[in-house]
């Protein structure tokens, strides 16, 4: 199985920045595509950017200029630099692991017990 672990969280002014980090650990060829979701109150939760092993990386429209996604390697730890936050931001942000099947002895995705980003006006 994976462990996804999250940190940096915090609460930030708008207009700040905070970086998070998602450490992984497990069995390596279990993770695919790894991500950053977010969850606000009375909201579904929505991706904010992802990153293949490759280093192909996806941002959702809202954040893009913003928010960067990088990694120190293929897996992990995986980072999310937050710039220029805005008070609806505030959220449970989750770390996210896709799995991509074949070797993986394990089925379905991994997710991270989320931490949480409170961005004051």
């Known amino acids: 199985q994976v462990q996804l672990v999250e940190s940096g969280g915090g609460l930030v002014q708008a207009g700040g920045s905070l970086r998070l980090s998602c450490v992984a650990s497990?069995?390596?060829?279990?993770?695919?595509?790894m991500g950053w979701y977010r969850q606000a109150p009375g909201k579904q939760r929505e991706l904010v950017a992802s990153i293949t092993r490759g280093g192909i990386t996806h941002y959702a429209d809202s954040v893009k200029g913003r928010f960067t996604i990088t990694r120190d390697n293929a897996v992990t730890p995986v980072y999310l630099q937050m710039n220029s936050l805005k008070p609806e931001e505030t959220a449970v942000y989750y770390c996210n692991a896709k799995n991509p099947g074949g070797l993986c002895l394990y089925d379905g995705d991994f997710w991270g017990q989320g931490t949480q980003v409170t961005v004051s006006s």
């Open positions: 497990g069995d390596p060829i279990c993770i695919s595509t």
